[in-house]
């Protein structure tokens, strides 16, 4: 097939684009680059990446300076004087450099501390002192509120003089009757009370000749993290991450290892295995005060999800108990002048998503925009309830923009935040899938499925709303990188039947596209790869079901058909571009030259038709997602000559959840099935995933029992193959090992399993593909061609 350009990115300066690339068939990929007027690729020497810059790192406001790190160190480059000047050469790692907010100083991340260096002078102010010794952070809150409140004991004037209610006790290495007798001799010489004033007064004159100490801020066992400081400097936002206690993670065996002893591979926690759990807080430097960014007022903090209703006495008890939800803040985002913060609020049970205007002075918070949704927040830009608050930021001072699903479909959103002024910027049943703000933030540039969900293309629209100004012009797959300059787009494209190239155009609508590379071979053109039919059908619900369809020249006489069932759940696999499952489109074409029909449906959850596709899978995986398939074996077989008796599919990881759901639950519907890594039991996949979908296996055990096919194995009784990576870090091999075991105790015979010993999830061995396919194909030869 060739090795497409991969890895695409800038220099800084614009001049260059560097790219990932194999045209020589070589052990491995080299580096290669263009610039936008000598389009011929050229390798990298090793002097050249040396010296090459890398791409991350901030601008300052007129994109003509860049601060990045690089090897754990902070650099400056400034693109006018083509100088780069090295700001720090330590062993410790500098990271996170951004610059300050009248850019006279460069401020950056060392050892979980924030520190400060200055452009003039080079001077290096430390702005943080978090330390694990001394009072946690919740205690330092409750110190500052209290210190000029007086303190009990002996030190306040307690009633009755210095005398009253002595005890023998000790205090501060002293006993009461110590501290007696010094209190009388101060009382009836005169002597001693001039040399106490003396000793008083010089105390006094060392503390205000001593420099001001940074003040300790005592975080104990959490880790610090998100740690941001005000443009103007006197704001210091961070976050204290507590990590779970008895949070196990399973252990993978590898068996095959150079040691020749199975060797364990440390993994992941399954879900509903206890999570971190966050606080966010403000140093207000001016004042020396520490305290909480105040969460208990946010609206609907306390309410409970919509499936507790099904669990009576769970709903008793989570109402009597009436806790706040547990939310991770995002941010805060700052505007340039300092006098706006907006943070992100997102609910641990994934449920909402606030948009917040923060009041750095008190912690408090205020409501700009909720997303609530009673099954999950997420979709293009939007991010969840983990540490994503989604793609957000600032167009000036006051106008802060966001993407929201609020009208079904993710959309640009801008709000300002001094009148709560919103504004939908873009609207329509498609998505804006990536979105970037101009540099002189006065346009956004945005990837949207605007004219099919199967076709995107590059966008430019005034911050101010309009029509978009469509700049990409080729039918496909538009994946985009804009020089820093923003006068090039270097467009990594292709098509159904043409995997992806490199090409550059320059940022104008109408500008034609100029292919950079070549990368298939002439092997992979010698075949007639299939441009798949691009159809749509209703579903059982009236919703249309976008679907790639492969027709056999000459159909074999018994009519089989093929389903195939793309992985990932939420992703896109029926569109006009090269798919990521490139083998099994490859697969397919064999299948449709041995006289299959096959089907490739972007089934309920798949990702880019907007939220209530996405979320219509919520607590019953193996529900609508399953009838989808079911009803394109009824398309199949009115529309297309398809024999009902003679029908299979097959998928990978979700779609190996789906075969197995399939073979189990509608055994008339399919003769035979292969599924490759699949998911059997939901309550042993991870909780990232799994939990935005089905909840908490212990809060809500029905979504997890309809959502298993290990409870429902007892169905099988088509052919069912399995084959799975021994070493598969995604979908542990334990899970079709128990699986495996209940299968055998239900005395079914028709099925087997295929393990391979050295693969992950995703196999990499020409060898181990090549026998999982044959299986397939044989078993389908043997089982739909009667």
Not at 712 to 724: E, S
């Amino acid at each position: 097939m060739g090795t497409a350009p991969s890895n695409i990115r800038w220099s800084d300066d614009s001049k260059k684009i560097y790219f990932n690339w194999n045209p020589e068939n070589a052990d491995r990929d080299a580096l290669y680059s263009i610039t936008p007027t000598d389009i011929k690729p050229q390798k990298v020497s090793i002097d050249e990446r040396r010296d090459a810059l890398p791409g991350n790192g901030v601008w300052n406001k007129n994109h003509t300076v860049k601060a990045y790190e690089h090897n754990g160190d902070i650099y400056l480059s400034n693109y006018k004087t083509d100088k780069t000047t090295q700001l720090t050469r330590t062993t410790d790692r500098e990271s996170n450099a951004v610059f300050s907010g009248d850019e006279s100083h460069i401020i950056f991340v060392k050892a979980d501390n924030l520190y400060s260096i200055s452009l003039a002078n080079g001077q290096l102010i430390q702005l943080t002192n978090f330390t694990k010794n001394g009072p946690t952070v919740a205690a330092t809150a409750d110190v500052v509120q209290g210190r000029r409140g007086g303190a009990g004991g002996f030190g306040g004037g307690a009633a009755g003089g210095p005398r009253a209610g002595a005890t023998a006790a000790t205090a501060g290495g002293e006993t009461q009757q110590s501290r007696w007798l010094k209190a009388e001799q101060l009382e009836l010489f005169d002597v001693i009370k001039e040399k106490a004033k003396l000793d008083k007064e010089e105390a006094a004159d060392r503390r205000s000749l001593r420099p001001k100490q940074l003040r300790e801020i005592g975080v104990g066992d959490q880790t610090v993290n998100s740690v941001f400081v005000s443009p103007d400097n006197r704001y210091i936002t961070y976050r204290l991450i507590k990590q779970a206690e008895g949070a196990r993670i399973t252990e993978v065996p590898n068996y095959v290892t150079a040691s020749g002893f199975t060797e364990d591979i440390p993994n992941r926690t399954k879900v509903g295995s206890p999570q971190a759990t966050s606080a966010s807080f403000v140093f207000d430097t001016q004042r020396d005060t520490v305290y909480a960014i105040d969460t208990k007022d946010v609206p609907g903090i306390k309410d409970l999800p919509d499936y507790v209703k099904d669990y009576p006495k769970q709903l008793e008890e989570r109402t009597k108990r009436n806790e706040d939800r547990k939310v991770v803040v995002h941010g805060p985002y700052w505007s340039e002048d300092s006098k706006n913060a907006v943070v992100i609020v997102t609910a641990q049970d994934n449920k909402d998503r606030w948009i917040m205007k923060l009041d750095p002075a008190t912690g408090k918070l205020t409501q700009l925009d909720r997303q609530h949704d009673n099954a999950w927040i997420g979709g293009p830009g939007i991010g969840g309830g983990g540490f994503s608050g989604g793609n957000v930021g600032w167009i000036d001072d006051n106008r802060f923009y966001f993407q929201s699903e609020a009208s079904g479909y993710s959309h640009i959103y801008t709000i300002n935040v001094a009148t709560g002024e919103k504004k939908q910027l873009t609207t329509g049943k498609w998505e804006v899938q990536q979105l970037d703000l101009s540099n002189d933030r006065k346009s956004f540039y945005f990837v949207g499925n605007m004219e099919h969900p199967g076709i995107t293309h590059y966008y430019k629209l005034s911050v101010n709303g309009g029509t978009p100004v469509k700049i990409t012009t080729m039918k496909g797959g538009n994946e985009v990188s804009v020089s820093p300059d923003e006068k090039w787009l270097a467009i990594r494209y292709s098509y159904s039947n043409k995997p992806w190239e490199l090409y550059i155009q320059p940022n104008k609508a109408g500008a034609k596209p100029m292919q950079v590379t070549n990368s298939v071979t002439a092997e992979f053109k010698s075949y007639p790869w299939r441009d798949p039919q691009m159809i749509t059908f209703k579903n059982r619900y009236g919703s249309d079901v976008y679907a790639r369809l492969y027709v056999p020249a000459n159909p074999d006489p018994s009519r089989p058909a093929v389903v195939f069932v793309h992985g990932a759940g939420y992703l896109q696999n029926v569109h006009y571009w090269w798919s990521s499952y490139s083998h099994e489109y490859m697969f397919n074409n064999l299948l449709a030259d041995q006289g299959y029909t096959v089907l490739d449906i972007d089934y309920t959850g798949s990702a880019g038709y907007g939220r209530d596709w996405r979320t219509g899978i919520y607590r019953h995986m193996g529900g609508k997602d399953l009838t989808d398939q079911v009803d394109g074996v009824k398309l199949l077989v009115d529309k297309y000559g398809v024999n009902p008796a003679h029908v299979g599919l097959y998928g990978g990881s979700y779609g190996g959840f789906i075969t197995l759901m399939a073979m189990f639950t509608t055994p008339d519907v399919f003769a035979a099935g292969a599924g490759l890594r699949s998911v059997t039991d939901w309550a042993h996949y991870n909780h990232g995933y799994t939990d935005n979908i089905l909840n908490e296996p212990y809060l809500d055990e029905n979504a997890y029992k309809a959502s298993s096919p290990i409870y429902f194995a007892n169905g099988l009784k088509g052919k069912l193959l399995m084959c799975h990576g021994m070493v598969d870090q995604n979908v542990n091999f334990q899970d079709i090992i128990r699986l495996t075991q209940r299968l055998i105790e239900l005395h079914k015979d028709n099925w087997s399993l295929a393990p391979y010993p050295v693969e992950d999830h995703g196999f990499v061995q020409p060898s181990s593909w090549t026998d999982e396919y044959k299986r397939i194909l044989n078993m389908f030869d043997e089982t739909l061609k009667k």
